[in-house]
């Protein structure tokens, strides 16, 4: 059996992708002429060499600067469905994206610019590529609850394009529970709850009691140091919350694939689902994802098969349109 085949043609979802870390050089440099937008680097391959992370804070600055380019309707347009032909083209076909509100916002872009061209690319997407997606709101925690409220209430309007709110960008200092309130407001519209425990972050299995204990989140993002505490692992697997864990991007923050956490969650049972974070940045899709993590990690086909399985399993759709994939 060909590993990198069966990967490739295998039907996936992916549930951890964040649209602005689908940006492209290329993509970024046409949208930096179009809106007169001045780029420190000549060419793509000029920035993407400049792409050197080795933890969070270094990965955020670049990720930033990079989302600079975005400013019309269009852009995010554009961003969203170069992301799903992409990953169609992987035979994704499903996906629930992450999207940055307040990273646009902030450099007066309005909410209606962001989420509409977002919104008409997904809906062209299924017609025209028949990948089927839906939208996660993230609010950056190093930014206040108040800021994530506003933001909550810009989204009002669009609830119907929501399936879910969760929490990313600097967790040091930015424990879920600054983010209490705004979490059982977004719960009580019906939206789903998930948040980054990034791995290896500073306290994150506080972090990870405080996602389950007090926001009662219904997935958590990366979440690979549960494995830490027999307590916090149990509740995860008594709750059956899927971790969204990224192989590559874990790479970058810190130097390993987690192919051995990822085994010992397969061993306990847990819903763990490989997904690809900032593509773009980190220079590899969902299917380069799996591949290096079955090469590193010596896993089966069976558990191939398992993590996908797992990502349909914990996907936020409805039982009878999960159904339709398993
Ligand atoms: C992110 Cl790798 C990572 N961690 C936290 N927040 C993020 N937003 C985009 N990528
Ligand atoms: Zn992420």
Redesign the pocket.
Known sequence: LDMQQFISEMPKAELHV?L??TLEPELSFALATKNNIPLEYKTPEQLVAAYDFHD?PS??KI?YAGMNVLINESDFYQLTWDYLVKAASENIVYAEL?F?PQAHTSRGVSFETIITGIHKAQLDAEQKLGINSQLIM?FL?ELSAESAMEHLKLAMPYLPWLVGVGL????RDNPPTKFAEVFAKARALDLKLTM?C?VNQLNTLNHIEQCLDEIQVDRI??GVNALQDPVLLEKIKQKKLGLTV?PI?NR??VQSLTSAEIRQMLEHNILVTINS??PA?FRAYLNENFIELQKEGQFSAQDIVTMVENSFKVAWLKDSEINQYL
């Open positions: 964040h602005e870390g969070l990965f955020l990720y992450f940055d993230c925690r990313d960008s600097n967790e980054h990034d993002d990366h990224c991007s970058f923050v974070d900032d940045y």
